[in-house]
């Protein structure tokens, strides 16, 4: 076979008196949102192409079969195959998941509280494994049950597209009721009404309606509607029960409404309206509300409070105060505690205090180790004095506590196991600090197998984002052992255009700035070569969605650099995309990239650094690109049109590969064993390129 060659069909495309030629327009399909719903009604000369080269990348990985194979089975022998979560406790019931074995979804039970688990009946409410049967994509949604108990209000989407399907069920019989189609997220009220987000045409959630349970989904009420294209709609309950909150955001503004459980049926009441740059979520305490916002040039947000009556902006009154370079990550409430995560220098700490004390009194939980990622879980019932977190490593398997706030005592509850086998000493961790071209110092989190020589002979796997201020945590992958255990150094790359160095990290690589985060990648490369890391042509760089774009702009970049290249549904055709404002997406994306649109700047900046349009014939590494057709987010042509381009302009493309899944969206594949199929191909393909051939691990 030889690669294939899609058709160029010359599109002209002016605006601000420049004008260029778009050979690949034709990839994006006129029934698109039709599409992505069912990709069978995709156009035949376009599902032609895509078929094309989905047959070149199985001709070009046949030779890694074998290597997938052996990479599936060990990421497999990682995952506990009989499991089941930690128990919520709430009223007389207590509930939780479970896997059985070979299970791909989880199983919802219950049992009563005042029995142990142990001896426990347990009630199953719902098995996601019956539910998936006769779907080839099926990806759980949201599973609530109502406050009495009585209902379970479970979610699915069974084709990526991001529509869910919500039934309702009766868990005395066992049927489900109710259905509502097209919804994005759910919360219940009280016992009767369910809230939830309808996601329109153009794939946004822009309505929040009313269910009362028993009534026909076309009786719902409809509370609140976003006529503002840029922004998306969500509907959540406090966990005191007396409030169900609607927020409406954008990139760089939010409002949020609210009505009380006690007059269910009322009107929606602004807690301010929106401002220029302003962003503010809300919890409920006592007679108070606590506002996490930006307000006062408060970049890395702070922590204020406002009576319930009168919560308009006239009212905040500052509770914890912004400080530089700390940023406030999320804040929750119980009737006697506030807890909050914050994030100094990329490392996260838990902070918590009485509801009756001030922020000074504040006492922390926090982690000796060099890099690692918490994550603070609140119990379901408001009047508690243990939450719960996790902590994990790139070495260390999460771990989850509880934490007593009365005395500071924390139990640990549950260890991730791994079957196959892990020590923790085989694996060393640590935090680099790589200068940028500003002499900006850029976070590297990094973990490699203690055999594995630190003299530049090692291959590396760099993973990067760097957008929309979300930061990369230095988690623990159990998938990507099977790297580190061949030797390969694992590296994430904290680059700006996050928020691990606060509020200003993510805007110092914003609108004009983006170049800084490409700038940030290749600078960590060179900190990972100076030492003694890797050497150059040893690297792999890996990134999705925006990630994606950091991918293709870093090879454009410096296509030397890398020995290859993996970008998971890239947003590589950004200047046509952020000029096309018919897209659901493209309002909202102009505070985050600029308006080229309205904007000759804007325009000219990310016209720059735009993959698709940047391509030159240069010796480019060999890359792998996926897409998924029922991807909202990505659309498919994106991707498509990257790959053809670099088909057409490269002398040499063979090593270049390119995937469409035909019946998923934007996260690919679901269920814990089918999503490995993705993982273990990619890192086939990264183990190919960098000459890593072997089956085996390190002993």
């Known amino acids: 076979m030889k690669p294939p060659a899609a058709t160029r069909i010359p599109r002209q495309c002016t605006l601000h008196g420049e004008t260029w030629i778009d050979h690949y327009h034709w990839l994006r399909a006129e029934n698109w949102q039709a599409c992505v719903d069912n990709p069978e009604l995709l156009p035949r000369d376009i599902k032609s192409y895509l078929t094309q080269e989905n047959l070149w990348f199985t001709e070009q990985m046949a030779g890694t079969v074998d290597l997938q194979a052996q ?22 019931w207590c509930y939780l998941e479970r896997f059985e074995e070979g299970d ?50 479970w979610s699915a989407d069974v084709n990526g597209a991001e529509r869910y399907t919500v039934r309702i069920r009766n868990l005395h019989t066992g049927v489900d009721e109710d259905t509502i189609e097209d919804v994005y997220s759910i919360s219940w009220a009280d016992a009767e009404y369910l809230f939830y987000t309808v996601v329109d045409d153009d794939f946004r959630p822009s309505r929040v309606y009313r269910h009362q349970r028993g009534t026909a989904s076309n009786e719902d009420v409809l ?50 309206p929106r401002a220029q740059d302003v962003e503010y979520e809300v919890e409920h305490q006592g007679d108070r509300f606590l506002i996490h916002t930006n307000a006062d040039g408060a970049q890395d947000s702070k922590i204020m409070t406002a009576p319930c009556q009168t919560p308009g902006r006239d009212h905040w009154v500052d509770w914890l105060a912004h400080r530089d370079g700390i940023m406030v990550l999320d804040v929750y409430a119980y009737k006697d505690w506030t807890m909050w995560l914050e994030r100094e220098d990329a490392l996260p700490r838990i902070c918590y205090c009485r509801a009756t004390e001030a922020a000074d009194s504040v006492r922390v939980v926090d982690f000796p180790q060099e890099a690692y990622a918490l994550s603070l879980e609140p119990l379901v019932e408001f009047d508690e004095s243990v939450f719960r977190f996790s902590f994990e490593s790139p070495s260390t398997p999460t771990q989850t506590y509880a934490f007593t706030m009365d005395d500071g005592a924390r139990t640990l509850l549950k260890q991730e196991q791994i079957p196959s086998g892990h020590d923790i000493n085989d694996y060393l961790v640590r935090r680099l600090s790589a200068k940028g071209f500003d002499d900006e110092h850029i976070p590297v989190t990094l973990v490699h197998h203690k055999d594995t020589n630190i003299d ?88 999705g969605s925006a990630g994606g774009l950091v991918v293709g702009a870093v090879i454009n970049q410096c296509p ?30 102009w505070s985050q990239w600029g308006n080229p649109l309205d904007n000759k700047a804007a325009f000219d900046i990310i016209r720059k650094y735009s993959p698709y349009d940047n391509i030159e014939d240069q010796s480019y590494p060999p890359m792998m690109v996926t897409a998924g057709v029922s991807d909202p987010r990505v659309t498919y042509w994106e991707p498509a049109k990257w790959v053809a381009q670099h088909r057409h302009v490269r002398s040499d493309s063979h090593s270049l590969i390119f995937k469409t899944n035909m019946s998923s969206g934007h996260f690919g594949a679901t269920g814990r064993y089918a999503s490995l199929q993705d993982e273990a191909l990619e890192q086939a393909f990264a183990l190919k390129v960098l000459g890593v051939s072997t089956l085996s691990a390190l002993d």
């Open 104 to 153: 791909e979804y989880p199983r919802y039970f219950r049992y009563a509280r005042d029995s142990r688990v142990e001896d426990a009946s347990f009630e199953l409410l719902i098995n996601f494994n019956d539910e998936a049967q006769s779907h080839e994509y099926f990806d759980c949604g949201d599973v609530e049950y109502s406050p009495d108990h009585r209902y379970l209000a």
């Open 560 to 589: 030397d650099l890398w020995a290859g290249a993996i970008a998971d549904v890239p947003f590589v055709d950004a200047l046509n995309t952020l000029i096309d404002d018919s897209l659901p997406l493209t309002p909202g994306e």
């Open 223 to 272: 509370v609140f509607e976003e006529s503002d294209t840029r922004f998306f709609c969500s509907v959540w309950t406090s966990l005191s029960g007396e409030y169900v909150f609607i927020g409406s955001d954008m990139d760089d503004q939010s409002e949020v409404w609210y009505i009380p459980t006690t007059d269910i049926t009322a009107k929606p009441i602004v807690i301010e």
């Open 71 to 92: 990479l599936l089975c060990e990421m497999r022998g990682r995952i506990q195959d009989v499991d089941q979560s930690l128990s919520d406790a709430d009223g007389v």
């Open 456 to 543: 530049g002979s090692a291959p590396c796997f760099l993973s990067a984002y760097g957008a929309y201020g979300s930061s990369v945590p230095a988690s623990f992958s159990s998938n990507s052992l099977s790297l580190v255990d061949r030797g390969v150094v694992y590296v994430l790359a904290h680059v700006r255009g996050g928020q691990e160095k606060g509020r200003a990290w993510y805007e110092a690589a914003r609108g004009a700035a983006k170049q800084n985060t490409f700038d940030d990648v290749v600078a960590v490369a060179h900190c990972l070569i100076e030492n003694g890391y890797t050497s150059k042509g040893k690297l792999i760089i890996s990134g």
